[in-house]
């Protein structure tokens, strides 16, 4: 088993940029959530993804869009970057209650 | 206030030391008690899973959570310099949709 896997692992970009983060959960789980973990912070919850649908976000602007496809993998947009997006990604697949997390994509806006 | 909260420390430790890792929370609705263990830029991993009240053990850990006091704890026995890491709580309901709140998280230092 693969676990969750996520691409890519490091990225810079510049202020204003549009970037496109991507991710495939573990086999078996079909519900796709994203957070964003600044440094020394706990991650904070952007958005869930269950049947190629956006079923709950957190306090997030709309320029945080997401994608599931029909394999369940996901991908997480954020356009129009700010100095304040630079952070560790970070994508979880889960069962109902139990959460597993990828590796993060560290992304730098410069 | 915060859903959950959680000192952040940092907590340093000799080896062999049993270490105590505590979160407090104010939605009386978690029935979802985690903790994830992370290491310097990786993503977390799910060390224990527990739901509702009472105490999970696995290991050198092992979970409790207070329900009444809103008060979860991980305890880490035997600690060694490997456990050195950033330790995440976190809990979710079904009233919150199976959004995870998570805290800070507490830094970890065992000292050889």
């Known amino acids: 088993d693969a676990g969750v896997t996520q691409s890519p692992t490091h990225l810079i970009k510049t202020r204003g940029q549009q970037v496109t983060l991507r991710c495939s959960p573990k086999?078996?789980?079909?519900?796709v959530s994203w957070y964003q973990q600044a440094l020394g912070q706990g991650p904070q919850f952007i958005f869930q993804?269950?049947?190629?649908?956006?079923?709950q976000r957190g306090n997030f602007p709309d320029r945080f869009s997401g994608h599931q496809f029909p394999n369940y993998s996901s991908e997480l947009n954020v356009n129009a970057l700010l100095l304040g997006d630079s952070a560790l990604y970070l994508c979880?697949?889960?069962?109902?209650?139990?959460?597993?997390f990828g590796p993060g994509t560290r992304l730098t806006v410069t | 206030q915060k859903e959950v909260e959680q000192d952040p420390g940092p907590l340093s430790v000799p080896e062999g030391a049993i270490v105590s890792l505590n979160c407090t929370y104010s939605?009386?609705?978690?029935?979802?008690f985690m903790w994830y263990r992370q290491y310097s830029r990786k993503g977390p991993e799910l060390l224990m899973y527990t739901y509702s009240s009472g105490n999970k053990e696995d290991g050198r850990f092992t979970a409790q959570v207070d329900k009444s006091s809103k008060y979860i704890s991980l305890f880490i026995r035997d600690s060694q310099p490997s456990d050195s890491a950033t330790y995440l709580c976190a809990m979710s309901s079904a009233n919150t949709g199976n959004q995870f709140y998570f805290g800070t998280g507490t830094s970890l230092t065992v000292i050889p």
């Open positions: 993804y269950y049947e190629e649908e956006e079923r």
């Open positions: 086999s078996g789980h079909d519900t």
């Open positions: 939605n009386s609705a978690f029935q979802y």
């Open positions: 979880a697949s889960s069962t109902r209650y139990e959460q597993y």
